[in-house]
């Protein structure tokens, strides 16, 4: 197993457990200082810090197993794995909560900024491998996240109330989605990704708490995903509060042996407990899918259901190009409560949508 190296302004500390963290003070002055995890609660096997300590009888609940917070020029890199122990956990502790909220999460970063990750990897993470909060600026490039396929709510990377924030030439299979972008982000970047297993790339679930701040300015591009439950998918929660998500663009994405490859649900309910009857408050404007080809595993391939409450609004459908030969019959698209602008190739054939 590589070391994980941190390196902060040009400050290199290669011992296994220990960290050099800087952040900028008031004065502008430069504060450095040497952080021992062993000092700090952690007990590691063999003083490794890339290895969690399993969860026993003795485990009290926590949501947090690494954090970096409040960080200015932050690098993280070289090459070491962050291994969750994750296997040793699903499905005992998830037993009674889908979402296995009391697990820690791998790695997070809270109001870290102009920042860099990059060739390092996190692995079989007892819930989210990366949390992304309030940070600008932050880039990922070259990181493995890895999980199995059945892993439960094992998303890749979550960013959420975050600005300018890049995920780039990065590969992520894992049980939950490759990549989700929640609420209040901005200037988002997905780019060259692989992705899969998983359940695809995704903004939201939008709409489910009181006063989410908007999502704007997300493009995912030059993307593969391969046998994922989705494909690219915009998501809200019926009967949800107040929300806005604008200015969101899907590009130059492959798609192999991928369920609903192209999607918008504003009626998405996991379990089936949400009141449907009520429509998503979260409107939906300015969104684009292009050049997007490859092979669904559903016969439903373009899947754009909006809300009846607040119609999807500047939907743009720019050369579709997908094949399914599966025993569902031929390839459909379906639309509710939007009129997309098409153009190019459309295959399946473009939806028409009802009236709200």
């Given at each position: 197993?590589?070391?994980?190296?941190?390196i902060?302004?040009?400050?290199?500390?290669m011992?296994?457990?220990?960290?050099?963290?800087?952040?900028?003070?008031?004065?502008?002055?430069?504060y450095?200082s040497l952080f021992?995890v062993t000092?700090?609660?952690?007990?590691?096997?063999?003083?490794?810090?890339?290895q969690?300590?399993?969860i026993?009888e003795?485990?009290?609940?926590?949501?947090?197993?690494?954090?970096?917070?409040?960080?200015?020029?932050?690098?993280?890199?070289g090459?070491?794995?962050?291994?969750?122990q994750?296997?040793?956990?699903w499905?005992k502790?998830?037993?009674?909560?889908?979402?296995c909220?009391?697990?820690?999460?791998?790695v997070?970063?809270?109001?870290?900024?102009?920042?860099?990750?990059?060739?390092?990897?996190?692995?079989?993470s007892?819930?989210?491998?990366?949390?992304?909060l309030?940070c600008?600026?932050?880039?990922f490039?070259?990181?493995?996240?890895?999980?199995?396929?059945?892993?439960?709510?094992?998303?890749?990377?979550?960013?959420?109330?975050?600005?300018?924030?890049?995920?780039?030439?990065?590969?992520?299979?894992?049980?939950?989605?490759c990549?989700?972008?929640?609420e209040?982000?901005?200037?988002?970047?997905?780019?060259?990704?692989?992705?899969?297993?998983g359940?695809?790339?995704?903004i939201?679930?939008?709409?489910?708490?009181?006063?989410?701040?908007?999502?704007?300015?997300v493009?995912v591009?030059n993307?593969?995903?391969?046998n994922?439950?989705?494909g690219?998918?915009?998501?809200?929660?019926?009967?949800?509060?107040?929300g806005k998500?604008?200015?969101?663009?899907?590009e130059?994405i492959?798609?192999?042996?991928?369920?609903?490859?192209?999607?918008?649900?504003q009626?998405?309910?996991?379990?089936?407990q949400?009141?449907s009857?009520?429509?998503?408050?979260?409107?939906?404007?300015g969104?684009?899918?292009?050049?997007?080809r490859?092979?669904?595993?559903?016969a439903l391939a373009?899947?754009?259901?909006?809300?009846s409450?607040?119609?999807?609004q500047?939907?743009?459908?720019?050369?579709?190009?997908l094949?399914?030969?599966?025993?569902?019959?031929p390839?459909?698209?379906?639309?509710?409560?939007?009129?997309?602008?098409?153009?190019?190739?459309q295959?399946?054939?473009?939806?028409?949508?009802?009236s709200?």
């Amino acid at each position: 197993m590589g070391l994980v190296k941190l390196i902060i302004i040009n400050i290199i500390c290669m011992a296994t457990f220990l960290l050099v963290v800087s952040s900028n003070i008031a004065n502008s002055q430069e504060y450095y200082s040497l952080f021992d995890v062993t000092n700090n609660g952690t007990i590691l096997p063999n003083d490794d810090i890339t290895q969690a300590p399993p969860i026993d009888e003795n485990f009290k609940g926590g949501d947090t197993w690494i954090a970096f917070e409040y960080i200015d020029y932050l690098t993280i890199s070289g090459g070491g794995i962050f291994d969750g122990q994750g296997k040793n956990t699903w499905g005992k502790e998830c037993d009674e909560d889908e979402y296995c909220s009391d697990l820690p999460i791998n790695v997070r970063f809270n109001f870290v900024t102009n920042s860099l990750v990059q060739e390092v990897t996190s692995l079989d993470s007892k819930q989210f491998h990366v949390n992304v909060l309030g940070c600008r600026n932050l880039t990922f490039q070259h990181v493995k996240i890895i999980a199995a396929e059945d892993s439960p709510n094992t998303d890749g990377i979550h960013i959420g109330r975050s600005t300018d924030v890049k995920v780039l030439d990065s590969h992520i299979e894992t049980g939950d989605d490759c990549v989700s972008v929640g609420e209040g982000s901005n200037q988002i970047t997905i780019s060259k990704v692989s992705c899969g297993p998983g359940h695809g790339i995704s903004i939201g679930s939008l709409g489910k708490y009181p006063n989410e701040e908007p999502v704007s300015g997300v493009t995912v591009k030059n993307c593969m995903l391969k046998n994922t439950q989705n494909g690219v998918r915009i998501k809200t929660w019926p009967n949800s509060h107040e929300g806005k998500a604008t200015d969101l663009h899907f590009e130059d994405i492959i798609m192999d042996g991928v369920g609903n490859p192209v999607l918008i649900d504003q009626e998405y309910c996991p379990w089936n407990q949400c009141d449907s009857k009520f429509p998503s408050r979260v409107q939906i404007s300015g969104v684009s899918f292009k050049n997007i080809r490859g092979s669904s595993s559903t016969a439903l391939a373009v899947k754009l259901v909006c809300s009846s409450g607040l119609p999807c609004q500047n939907v743009e459908m720019e050369d579709i190009n997908l094949k399914y030969n599966g025993a569902e019959g031929p390839i459909t698209s379906e639309c509710k409560n939007v009129h997309p602008t098409v153009s190019g190739i459309q295959n399946p054939p473009a939806c028409v949508s009802p009236s709200a």
